[in-house]
Nanobody, 123 residues
């Protein structure tokens, strides 16, 4: 089970930190990702992190503004979001994949999903 939290309403230029707590799985055996879905749009990859946390990747739209990290001792993955823009408004989902050897950007590559947390950025 994945439980995402930390969403909210923030003004443009502000920051938020999302958290995703995992339970019922051996967290360190899973690569993790954050996706988002805006109204009327498909779910899209935001950031991913390898099992150890040693490798990360980002969508071009968030590179330099967002940072993904994980704490395997706490079974939690984070997404620090800075310099937020109105176009970042979406429901954000965390996801876990059993696939190894890389960062995965496709929805179908993930095995477990959190329930989503709403992020709204006002202009």
């Amino acid at each position: 089970q994945l439980q995402a939290s930390g969403g909210g309403l923030v003004q443009a230029g502000g920051s938020l930190r999302l958290s995703c707590a995992a339970s019922g799985l051996t967290f360190s055996n899973y690569g993790m990702g954050w996706f988002r879905q805006a109204p009327g749009k498909e779910r899209e990859f935001v950031a991913g992190i390898s099992r150890s946390g040693g490798t990360t990747e980002y969508a071009d739209s968030v590179k330099g503004r967002f940072t993904i990290s994980r704490d395997n001792a706490k079974n939690t993955v984070y997404l620090q979001m800075n310099s937020l823009k109105p176009e970042d408004t979406a429901v954000y989902y965390c996801a876990a994949t059993v696939r190894a050897w890389g960062i995965f950007r496709k929805v179908y590559e993930y095995n477990y999903w959190g329930q989503g947390t709403q992020v709204t950025v006002s202009s």
